[in-house]
């Protein structure tokens, strides 16, 4: 007989469930850092959102997925050389370009990987085209991927559509992305809901909370 299909919302399975966090790096997050925006101030709608609200809940995802026992994923945008001659076309015509010594390429300190944490640097978009984030999930045994992070319709738009295609059960948090205006990420949001369950930081929160605590 055929098995019946999971739902998008179906409960986190210990084992088969990863948090990935994407892009939450200084040089994007930290006002008078990104070289393409260094006239923005700390009251830029972008870096207002993220403060108050990206960041905080991440925060507090983070904090839950280490204390359930889920994996912790992050990505960053970073060549593997130091001239960037290994980064996509799309990344040299852009032109972006994050050196392997940059420190403002680390993720902000709130959300610092820890010991243990996969971090895997890409230069593209999308993290299952130009990283072995696959490999690595499929290796784990996961099956429900969490996705957060910058921007919501570029690098988190990518994420979800590509996990989605490769068969994994994706949530996207809402409340936890961020795009360079409120529009945008209202936009994407709607755009790629069809490929995922979108939730809020607070439910998550319960979810996780229900696999228990393994500390």
């Known amino acids: 007989m055929n098995q019946p299909l999971p739902k998008r919302d179906d409960p986190f399975q210990r084992g088969a ?14 006002p008078g850092l990104d070289p393409a925006h260094p006239e923005r101030g700390p009251d830029h709608e972008f870096y207002r959102r993220t403060a108050t609200e990206t960041i905080p809940n991440q925060v507090r995802l983070l904090k839950a997925a280490r204390a359930s ?18 980064r996509s076309l799309d990344h040299k015509l852009t032109p972006i370009h994050v050196p392997p010594s940059l420190p403002e390429g680390r993720p902000v300190e709130p959300l610092a990987p820890r010991e243990n944490e996969v971090l895997l640097p890409k230069t593209s978009s999308g993290v299952f085209n130009s990283t072995s984030i696959d490999y690595i999930l499929r290796n784990l045994g996961v099956r429900n991927l969490i996705v957060a992070g910058i921007m919501t319709d570029q690098c ?53 909370e229900a696999l228990g605590d393994v500390r």
Do not use: N, P
């Open 17 to 30: 469930t990863a948090l990935l966090l994407v892009d939450m790096q200084r040089i994007w997050l930290e």
């Open 156 to 208: 988190v738009d990518m994420a979800v559509r590509d996990a989605a295609d490769r068969g994994y059960l994706v949530t996207c948090v809402r409340d936890a992305c961020a795009a360079e205006t409120k529009e945008r990420h209202d936009t994407a949001i709607e755009a790629f809901g069809g490929y995922c369950w979108i939730a809020e930081t607070a439910t998550i929160l319960e979810r996780l």
């Open 69 to 86: 026992g889920i994996e912790v994923l992050h990505t960053i945008i970073q060549s593997l050389t130091e001239d960037g001659r290994d």
